[in-house]
């Protein structure tokens, strides 16, 4: 008979999946949380893959991770260490314990420990929980393979399909330990594997194994209870930052009107982008993958001049090649949206891990005067609405557009309210209207946007190119025009502060310290200034969208207070940028670069520090 089950009442949990590259963690991690959201909770989650696109099985290098944070009020981060690990193999516990809190739970695969998966992990002994000085955790070994195997002895699979599901097995005994219905995972089963019922049975038997084992040794690991978080209502849906970014475009071309074209090269971590507007031919988009990423914004700016929403996607190394292309749009004046999910750099550097480090070449990353509009989205959700508002500046002001996500945003997910098409903000491209009246670069006096004629358009046609123009459009060496010309464009760029809206504090406005941040690490710096708020410590936030041009209240809210520190996943490029446009005030920093998050903890206690000094 099983004995009676602990029963833990939490406000917020963490749960982290690790395994070999094999194993499907990352799959587990996202139906985990995708039912987590379904059932009501807010969660924040934190993939997290191998560099190399297949490491040695069974190694430190070789292990994939997935960590979600759940709770019953608003969750901004994956947390930073978890309340529950699941390990499938050695080398699992030896890479993420650490990432486990003190007295936590670690379930793993007992069948897993053998002394060549020991050997590939680098153990000194048999006995990783002794070595990883695990002792004082509460410890769950469990028969995965052995369970999974029993459960799938009726079922004409070779051995190789049946450990396959051994993370179905995992995800079964977690959804038991978190009182999570697995409705919902079978449903996802049934559909993603219509076609092969052989499957489809083997995955939901071994899921109802794995939940059915937490019941029945419900005395090893503690049950816990977190309540559904109490949220605006209207209609959710879980989403990670690639896929928002990709349907804020479709949103954006829908309120324009214009057809939507990417023209783009697979690159990590940013392929998502290209593959969930591919997927979209019934919305009218057309997508291109390229042979490179010179081509991919080539062929892009080649739609734009068509009357196309032009959008290319990629990562730092493809920045750095689109740099030439970028600045032909800077000179032609060509609308254009470049999406720049950040990665660990330089050259491939950590292609799988987060970094902020492509501000600079963002901002200054081409050759002459060639100023763009720079914009940073700062969860995964609102990678929609700063990828909708990156296309409106585009198409209105007639600017390229920068927008800067990054590994964390783009892999990680959240829920997010799916908003009304009649409650998005108009979009309402220049186009150009009398064709007696037009010239290529004459401007709205206000804006200094010039309009926008394409091909098909009888009586626009114009010459454009990389060449300086004068304003009829006609080539022009003239040394008067090109000053003009160059200021024109920076002006341009200048004035879509009317579109910036202001920063705003979140916390004291009488603190003396200012935390400053932008884009992806919204969520780590906001945690810890609400936690350090409600510890009775004086301290507010700052967070930056708008880059290029900056808000036009910043000095305002600078001046407010006696310190500000600007934290960021580089070595300190915003806080260059904002000593060049505001010198008159003094920076602190606070900087990281381990193609890992912040952790709010370690943010917490610099504050403080820096409010004691």
């Known amino acids: 008979m099983a004995k009676e089950a602990k029963v833990v009442e939490r406000e917020e949990v963490v749960v982290r999946f690790s395994g070999d590259s094999g194993d499907g963690m990352q799959l587990t991690g996202t139906l985990f949380s995708d039912t987590l959201a ?19 099985q069974g190694t430190i290098g070789g292990v994939s991770g997935f960590q979600v944070n759940f709770g019953n009020g608003k969750v901004n981060t994956p947390g930073d260490q978890a309340d529950v690990l699941v ?70 699979l070779d051995n190789k399909s049946i450990l396959r599901s051994k993370n179905m097995f995992a995800l079964g005994l977690i959804c038991w330990v978190f009182n999570r219905p697995v409705q919902h995972i079978e449903e996802f089963i049934q559909r993603k594997f219509a076609k092969k019922p052989l499957i489809v049975e083997a995955n939901k038997k071994v899921l109802k194994a794995g939940f059915n084992y937490g019941m029945n040794v419900q005395a090893m690991t503690p049950q816990y209870m977190v309540d559904k978080a109490k949220i605006e209502k209207g209609k959710y849906r879980n989403i990670n930052g690639n896929v928002a970014t990709a349907w804020g475009l479709l949103a954006a071309a829908e309120k324009s009107g214009r057809p939507l074209f990417l023209g783009s090269y697979p690159i990590t971590p940013a392929t998502e982008v290209l593959q969930a507007l591919s997927e979209r031919k019934d ?14 914004i080539c062929t892009s700016l080649g739609a734009s001049f068509a009357g196309h929403l032009a959008v290319t996607s990629t990562s730092g190394p493809g920045l750095a090649l689109k740099g030439e292309a970028i600045g032909l749009a800077v000179m032609a004046e060509l609308p254009i949206v470049i999406v720049n999910v950040q990665r660990g750099g330089p050259s491939t550097g950590l292609p799988t891990k987060t970094e902020q480090s492509d501000l600079m070449q963002a901002l200054y990353g081409r050759n002459g005067e060639s100023p763009v509009v720079v914009l940073a989205a700062s969860t995964p959700s609102d990678c929609f609405e700063y990828a909708y508002k990156a296309a409106k500046i585009a198409l209105e002001r007639m600017v390229p557009v920068i927008l800067l996500t990054d590994g964390f945003l783009a892999n990680g997910s959240e829920p997010w309210k799916i908003p009304a098409m009649a409650d998005m903000d108009v979009i309402t491209p220049r186009i150009a209207k009398d064709p007696e009246t037009f010239k290529a670069y004459a401007r709205d006096p206000e804006l200094l946007a010039r309009e926008w004629a394409f091909p098909g358009m009888e009586g626009f046609q114009h010459r454009i190119g990389g060449l300086e123009k004068d304003i009829n459009g006609s080539v022009s060496h003239d040394f008067d025009n090109h000053q003009k010309m160059t200021d024109i464009r920076e002006g341009k760029v200048a004035k879509v502060v009317d579109m910036v809206p202001d920063v705003e504090i979140y916390g004291d406005e009488d603190a003396d310290l200012l935390v400053v941040g932008w884009g992806g690490t919204y969520g780590h710096l906001v945690t810890s200034v609400r936690q350090l708020r409600e510890e009775g410590k004086k301290v507010a936030l700052a967070h930056f969208n708008y880059i290029n041009p900056l808000p036009k209240n910043t000095e305002e809210v600078f001046a407010k207070f006696k310190d500000i520190v600007v934290c960021e996943l580089n070595m300190g490029q915003f806080t260059a940028y904002l000593r060049d446009k505001l010198p008159q005030f003094s920076y602190k920093q606070y900087n990281k670069v381990k193609g890992i998050p912040f952790d709010v903890e370690e943010l917490k206690n610099h504050f403080v520090q820096l409010m004691e000094d």
């Open 87 to 156: 390990a499938m193999n050695p080398a699992a516990i030896k890479a993420h314990c650490k990432f486990v809190k003190p007295g936590g739970t670690i379930i793993y695969d007992r069948d897993s420990l053998t002394e060549k998966n020991l050997k590939k992990a680098g153990y000194q002994t048999n006995d990783p929980i002794t070595e990883c000085k695990l002792k004082d955790y509460n410890i769950v070994p469990v028969p995965v393979t052995e369970l999974t195997k029993s459960a799938l002895a009726d079922l004409d």
């Open 38 to 56: 379904l059932e009501g909770n807010d969660i924040s989650t934190f993939p997290d893959y191998p560099s190399e696109i297949r490491a040695p």
């Open 283 to 296: 919305l009218g988009v057309k997508s291109f993958q390229a042979e490179d990423e010179i081509a991919g």
